[in-house]
């Protein structure tokens, strides 16, 4: 057995991953799927005869966190008091960054930045439209990644005015977000290492070795790819242009995988933080519930991704135990944001009753007969 210190980290995750030793993979619930034939898989898993799952996933976990760093750390209220409020988190965003009406920013709804008009579902709509609300899910992904609104604009094929639209408003609307993760960043590039809320680290050891290298090398590659398109460019390729061709392929790609790894590692960590602090939460919550159902003689059958699934007996499956589990889902870690949790009741896993859809009284679903 080796204890792992902040002395001797670095040396054993290098060894480890060094190692060409090998260990036969588990089942990994987290991978099959919630669509298609995953949900025939899924309800193949079932409880014990006589006793019924409860699932309990946390809600918006991820942009709650978010609004309360933006609240603790730089008194920034705008995405809190969304949470606060309790509407619905990107129809209210993109309300904000558009400056539209709910009208256009309910889920599926479409606007036109054109005619100033907007809809509803597919069909027929304008070709310069898009989904503002759909458009905000993805763009908090994009200002995490510092993306640009060129690139914004090709990938969510809007006109630039549009991405650039988006991302002027944002800034506007939740003034701290941006500098939230570039203080993150900036703070894994100079310590090496980033935290979650609770303190557990995540480390880049070999950022400083890769990103300088990569800032050394990055005028000659960019040299490398000008000539590469300028060769690429010629209507008629002599045998020297496909040998230099072949040539420049391998000098530039151990200097882009080196400079795409410096970035991958610049964006991970800010998601280290969120994602981290999420699992951090979740562990918590399973820490207590796993407690209660030692307790209780109740069953914790798994964790997967940020839901909690636990089994109890018919007689144990009433609106006081729902209420347990919703308590500890909601309220074992205390956060400036509201924590909000689905619980479902699972006869088998993925066939899911809400509490009001569920006849406590007789332990079935309402209305089955």
Not at 73 to 86: A, C, E, K, T, V
Not at 221 to 240: A, D, H, V
Request: net charge positive; with cysteine; glycine share 8%.
């Amino acid at each position: 057995m080796v204890t792992v210190t902040d002395d001797n980290y670095l040396k054993i995750v290098r060894t480890l991953v060094n190692s060409e030793a090998s260990v036969k993979k588990g089942t990994n619930l987290q991978n099959i799927p919630s669509k298609g034939e995953g949900v025939r898989v899924r309800n193949a898993f079932r409880p014990r005869g006589g006793w019924y799952f409860i699932g309990s996933d946390l809600g918006q976990i991820e942009p709650r966190i978010q609004a309360h760093i933006m609240y603790e750390r730089y008194g920034d209220n705008s995405m809190r008091q969304i949470f606060i409020d309790g509407v619905d988190l990107y129809t209210t965003m993109a309300m904000k960054t558009f400056n539209l009406p709910e009208a256009y920013c309910i889920d599926g709804a479409w606007y036109d930045p054109e005619s100033k008009e907007g809809g509803y579902g597919g069909g027929k709509k304008p070709p310069t439209a898009f989904y503002p609300r759909k458009m905000m899910k993805t763009g908090v992904l994009a200002v995490s990644y510092d993306q640009k609104p060129q690139s914004f604009s090709q990938k969510m094929k809007v006109s630039m005015e549009v991405a650039e639209d988006f991302f002027r408003g944002f800034e506007e609307q939740f003034p701290s977000f941006k500098q939230m993760v570039t203080d993150i960043r900036e703070g894994m590039k100079k310590y090496g290492f980033v935290e979650t809320l609770y303190g557990r680290k995540r480390r880049f050891p070999d950022y400083k070795q890769y990103a300088a290298e990569a800032k050394k090398f990055e005028n000659k590659l960019m040299q490398y790819y000008i000539e590469r398109k300028r060769i690429n460019g010629k209507k008629k390729k002599t045998p020297e242009d496909r040998e230099r061709l072949a040539e420049l392929e391998s000098l530039i790609k151990p200097l882009a995988e080196k400079r795409n790894l410096v970035s991958y590692w610049e964006r991970a960590a800010f998601n280290a933080v969120i994602q981290g602090t999420g699992a951090d939460i979740l562990k918590m919550n399973g820490n207590r519930i796993a407690r209660i159902c030692m307790e209780r003689g109740w069953e914790f059958n798994a964790s997967i991704h940020d839901e909690i699934k636990i089994s109890v007996p018919r007689e144990d499956l009433t609106e006081d135990t729902i209420e347990i589990v919703r308590d500890a889902m909601t309220k074992t870690c205390d956060l400036s944001v509201p924590l909000i949790t689905d619980t479902v009741i699972e006869p088998k896993w993925m066939e899911e009753y809400r509490p009001h859809e569920w006849d406590f009284e007789n332990c079935k679903p309402k209305g089955d007969d």
